[in-house]
């Protein structure tokens, strides 16, 4: 599996406080990594680095065997598909314009036949479809944050990187995201997924890597990862093996 | 965007392109009726058919020459709030119709002082206090550019603008009061100051036509990057916008547009504040709706404002820029008031 995303070293600081110290982690093709750790560990750090957000001090970060550093803003938009913790898009857009975003990076008058069929794909894998011509502030949260979702997924990017993607999801729809995010994987995308939930980490995870005071401290595979002392000592809690409620898909897939 | 907010109505306001269209259209032909009935309004009382025709003609350049100093700012408030995402944004912010009408007192005082104002007058015509407004405006524009280069967050653009104002504002004042020594001179200069668009001629209207249609024309071939920008400056830069450039590109169409406005029309204050308020609660957010919209939206409400002016009850006229702020305050209160929820622009 060759690596789409490779984090080598990498150091962010704010002021003289090291935030990403030393990081380092790869994400391959068609493989979903989470990226768990407790709050103020590094996580969104690494996600922001990795879209050129940040500064680092020190290592790099290469996408697609090129250094982040080196890529025009259209170059990473048409590399990586990014979904924020929070969008702070509130305006009164129709649903098809803001998932239209997504196509920014790639615009020229050839390539409208090619725009229209992703956002319509992208509506229609995050079951927006219905919702593509109502305005954004009508919407929930979760609604929301699915339009947010469809954006990414409209770039067509090889890599994605979700910043707690299900946090405003009710169950239902966060296992229909769940599904999807294995769904793109398996087509040839590399996934990062910050997640708080560990038992959604290990049900999609191909790998998970623990991250704490910004730097790996564990990665592995979710069984090995999960149930190992260095993330209960990480998150000061006992993982429990077969406990806490459980929770199937219905539907269609 | 912090405290910041655009009022927009709970309905589903993103516009649909089709509805969007027949809006403009109803839009456009109110415009259309309300200019035709503004010209027609105000004292006709006149036997003498030549003297009739003359003055409809002088009302229809001051008609026009209102409709597209109003467009244009209402356009450039569209604009600034985009590339700034602050609603409370305005025109005003950048410095630049500071400098404007600074350039307009300068050259006003200028010609009259030192040139004797009837030869400079006969030397230059009536476009020599646009020109200087123009000049004011540029200089007002190089400033801020040049003095954000290396940054790119509004709050340096607004704190850049903020103080060239204030700078220009005081110089402004000082001119104004040096102008006081001659009471003719004084009276022009507050005119100037407070707003007017009477006594209008062909050369204005030209001027501030062509100024508006290329500038409303620039600012709708960003619509895209504008739209972009309402996702905040970190979410754009992922999408692949080049958010300095697009808010360098956008400061300079608002500039042009302004400048435009100021030069015609002296000081206007609030329709670069109210009129994208108004008009985003109908037309939505998406600015390949909302630019014509404005400019048509923002030449209806000058049209309309200087209807007031003329047939208000007073002894003189009222000044332009009195009532743009009488009418723009209480519509933007009554704005906040029927909007329960303030929402990101």
Sequence with gaps: MSDALVFEDVVVRYGRTPVLDAFSCAVGVGEVVGLVGPNGSGKTTAIRAALGLTDTAGGQIRVLGRRVDTLRRSEIARTIGYVPQRSRLEAAIRVRDVVTQGRYSHRSVAALDDDRKAVDEALAWTDLTHLASRSLPTLSGGERMRVIVARALATEAPILLMDEPTAALDVGHALQLLRLIRELADDGRAVVLVVHDLEQARRVCDRIVVIDGGSRIVEGAPEDVLFGDDVSRVFEARIIRGGGLGYEARGPS | ?345
């Design chain 2, 1 to 345: 965007m912090g405290s910041a907010g655009v009022m927009m109505s709970e309905m589903d306001t993103g516009s649909d392109p089709d509805r969007a269209r027949l809006k403009l259209a109803a839009l456009a032909c109110a415009a259309f009726g309300l200019v035709l009935l503004s010209i027609r309004l105000g004292n006709n009382d006149w036997a003498d058919v030549d003297i009739r025709r003359a003055v409809v003609t002088l009302r229809a350049y001051r008609v026009g020459v209102a409709f597209f100093a109003g467009a244009s700012l209402a356009v450039a408030g569209v604009v600034i709030q985009a590339v700034f995402r602050n609603a409370l944004a305005s025109p005003s912010v950048l410095g630049v119709t500071a400098g404007a009408s600074l350039g307009g007192t300068v050259t006003l005082v200028v010609t009259e002082v030192v040139f004797s104002g009837a030869a400079a007058a006969a030397a230059f015509g009536e476009m020599l206090v646009p020109a200087g407004c123009m000049a004011g405006a540029a200089m007002a524009l190089s400033l801020v550019l040049v003095l954000t280069r290396r940054r790119t967050s509004s709050t340096s653009f607004l704190l850049v603008g903020f103080l060239l104002s204030a700078v220009f504002l005081s110089m402004g004042a000082f001119v104004m009061s040096l102008s006081q020594s001659t009471w003719e001179l004084g009276r022009v200069v507050v005119s100037f100051t407070l707003g007017t668009v009477s006594g209008s001629g062909p050369r204005q209207l030209v001027t501030i036509a062509t100024w508006c249609i290329v500038g409303t024309v620039a600012a709708l071939g960003w619509h895209r990057s504008l739209d972009m920008m309402l996702t905040g400056d970190e979410e754009a830069l992922t999408l692949g916008v080049d958010v300095r450039r697009v808010r360098r590109w956008g400061i300079v169409w608002v500039a042009f547009l302004s400048a435009g406005a100021v030069a015609v029309g002296g000081n206007v204050a609030f329709v670069g504040l109210v009129v994208p308020h108004a008009l985003r609660s109908v037309f939505g957010s998406s600015h390949r709706a909302l630019i014509p919209a404005a400019a048509i939206g923002g030449g209806i409400f000058l049209v309309l404002c200087d209807l007031g002016a003329r047939v208000a009850p007073t002894q003189s006229q009222m000044p332009l820029g009195v009532v743009t702020g009488l009418i723009g305050a209480p519509m933007l209160i009554a704005l906040l008031h029927r909007n329960e929820a303030l929402q990101d622009v």
